[in-house]
């Protein structure tokens, strides 16, 4: 899955100055190998005590904070993106848009049942 979202990532930022950082938190799977595989730059956390989204989260925007960065798009690693995402999220932010939470449509796979 993290493979698939980070190419979909990239696609979206093609022709952009826009970083793909995946968090590993805590992963005892491959995660890290396919993130960087796919062509995203890969942080890691791994702290045992430092659980639940909001600890990746800390951390992630704490790198990227500490990078330079000064505007942040948060994708769960299960998701894919449209092609356009990123740079409609880059004019809207040029244009003075402020923070907000987006919101998430999902589309049924092409084949089968939705899961769950």
């Known amino acids: 899955m993290i493979a698939s979202c980070v190419e979909s990532l ?3 930022a093609a022709g952009t100055e826009t ?42 925007f704490a790198y990227a904070a500490s990078q330079g960065t000064d505007a942040a798009l948060v994708v769960d690693a299960d998701s894919t993106v449209s092609s356009n995402l990123i740079g ?3 004019e809207a932010l040029a244009n003075g ?20």
């Open 10 to 12: 990239l696609t979206s």
């Open 19 to 60: 970083r793909i950082i995946v968090v590993a938190h805590n992963c005892s799977d491959r995660t890290t190998d396919r993130a960087a595989q796919a062509g995203a730059e890969v942080v890691t956390c791994n702290d045992p005590q430092a659980r639940g989204k909001g600890s990746a989260l800390a951390f992630g």
């Open 88 to 90: 409609r999220v880059r």
């Open 97 to 116: 848009a402020e923070p907000r939470n987006a919101d998430m449509k999902w589309r049924a796979p092409r084949s089968g049942p939705p899961p769950g």
